[in-house]
């Protein structure tokens, strides 16, 4: 068997067991994918199989990532990966070691996610109401930008969510997030009503589309493209058009920073954090930590800023 046959097999049987016990996401094993196709390309052009490489080996191929000038949380995913791979492969009997096992990984950059301030929060929610070609766009994104901030949701999970998720009386909404997990989220009073705003016009198209002979969506949020619903892509477009509309800089806007918004201004009005993880759907608290770090940050720019005591003396 060839050196990238053998490579291949390594890493189809890892990604098939992941996806099998772990429920490993599509995107995280797409990402698995991608690292260890890579090493496995540095270990070939150096003559060398996963069965065969040592510690100084692995070792070697995060220098020459470090040399590419990759991030460390990038050189850190991969280092992850590696040691995954190699863990399974102990498990499976293909190897008698984990050459990677013992190897420290370059430590990720801490850095706080960027969030935005209620009233920045309050303009988009404005602007949502008025970007968009037609009275359904408008109301659509009303829709999407009320369910975003009122629940934290990931914007994979807001734009494929279906249909069924929000019938009867919208009062929580089931969200299937990372590895197939499901969790229950209540919706604020404006996200409801958006919901079922949407939900009127959202049948309105569905009927026209039946009388044309045309399937109905599954989808909450349906498009013509491919995928059968509002790709991330073009949410990601029409949230900066919200930025600008509301005057609010595009560059901080995104998705994702609303989800960070969410969770930070929970945190300031007295939510706690084993609360804040569970809507959020993360696994481990320690993910959810970092909201407090931003807390700490915006409260000490707020005595630096206010109080008159830090003022330097003129």
Known sequence: MSATSEHLRWISTFLDAQAAELGAANNTQLAYARDLKDFAGWLAARKCTFDAATRDDVEAYLIFCDAQGLAKSTRARRLSAIKQLYRF????????????????????????????????????????????????????????????????????ELVS??????????????????????????????????????????????????SKGKAASRFLFASRGKEGHLTRHRFYILIKEMAVHAGVMPSKVTPHTLRHAFATHLLENGADLRSIQTLLGHADVATTEIYTHVLEARLQELVLTHHPLAKDDE
């Open 89 to 156: 492969g102990f498990e499976e009997g293909w190897r008698s070691d984990n050459p990677a096992i013992q190897i420290a990984g370059p430590g990720r950059e801490k850095r706080l996610p960027k969030t935005l301030s209620m009233a920045e929060v309050d303009g988009l929610l404005a602007a949502a109401r008025e970007v968009g070609r037609s009275p359904h766009d408008r109301v659509r994104n009303t829709c999407l930008m009320e369910l975003l901030y009122a629940t934290g949701m990931r914007v994979s």
């Open 161 to 210: 969510l279906p249909v069924a998720a929000a019938r009867g009386n919208p009062r929580m909404l089931l969200i299937r997030g990372k590895g197939d997990k499901e969790r229950m989220v209540p919706l604020s009073p404006p996200a409801r009503d958006a919901l079922i705003e949407w939900l009127a016009v959202w049948e309105d198209i569905q009927d026209d589309a039946r």
